[in-house]
């Protein structure tokens, strides 16, 4: 496993941005698919966006695509989502999470082994 902590949310107005970091320690970082999960109030926890252990290939769900973008820097141990154009819906608590394999698209969160706290982003309409 890997230790993970979020942050960088906040409030922000809707069509405005906001960046995420995702600070990892551990060993073999570049080993693990990094991701991007959120949860809003009452809801299910919902995948955002991952990459692979290179950083070569990433994936978004439909919803962010054009919108948030994901890269992940080995040499510091970092993830880091940047969200632009940011909606209402975009609201809920927004989760890093990492496992050991290299595939990179795993969209399953019961498929991540280690989360961090949540960093909660709120867009106001």
């Known amino acids: 496993q890997v230790q993970l902590v979020e942050s960088g949310g906040g409030l922000v107005q809707a069509g405005g941005s906001l960046r995420l970091s995702c600070a990892a320690s551990?060993?073999?970082?570049?080993?693990?698919?990094m991701a991007w999960f959120r949860q809003a109030p009452g809801k299910e926890r919902d995948f955002v966006t991952s990459?692979?252990?290179?950083?070569?290939?990433?994936y978004y769900a439909d919803s962010v695509k054009g919108r948030f973008t994901i890269s992940r820097d080995n040499a510091k141990n970092m993830v880091s989502l940047q969200m632009n154009s940011l909606k209402p819906d975009d609201t809920a608590v927004y989760y890093c999470?990492?496992?050991?394999?290299?595939?990179?698209?795993?969209?399953?969160?019961?498929?991540?082994?280690?989360w961090g706290q949540g960093t909660q982003v709120t867009v106001s309409s």
């Open positions: 999470a990492a496992v050991p394999l290299r595939f990179g698209m795993i969209t399953d969160p019961s498929k991540y082994d280690s």
């Open positions: 551990g060993r073999t970082f570049s080993s693990y698919t």
């Open positions: 990459v692979n252990w290179s950083g070569m290939s990433t």
